[in-house]
Nanobody
């Protein structure tokens, strides 16, 4: 089993930056893709970014050029650097990790961007 713990959420003014962290524990040797989704108020959950074990990175259209995902496989940690934040980035951000059996989710961390 894989457990994910996110941190780094909080309040930030528009135009500011925030860095999210997600640490995996447990059966981490089975993990291949890791990434982030988010769910804003009254919105569906959407993909923010993913980082494959091979280093391929993909981003949601709304965050391209502003957010950067990175991953430290030795530490089983994935990061999300968020720059030029906008009020519409306000959401609960969820880390996920895929292994051969299923997708695992973290508990979520709230990011609030004020205008």
């Amino acid at each position: 089993q894989v457990q994910l713990v996110e941190s780094g959420g909080g309040w930030v003014q528009a135009g500011g930056s925030r860095r999210l962290f997600c640490a995996a524990s447990g059966s981490t040797f089975t993990i291949y893709d890791m990434g982030w989704y988010r769910q804003g108020p009254g919105k569906q959950r959407e993909l923010v970014a993913l980082n494959s074990i091979g280093g391929i990175r993909k981003y949601g259209d709304s965050v391209k050029g502003r957010f950067t995902i990175s991953r430290d496989n030795a530490k089983n940690t994935v990061y999300l650097q968020m720059n030029s934040l906008k009020p519409e980035d306000t959401a609960v951000y969820y880390c996920y990790a895929d292994d051969t059996l299923e997708r695992h989710w973290g508990q979520g961390t709230q990011v609030t961007v004020s205008s």
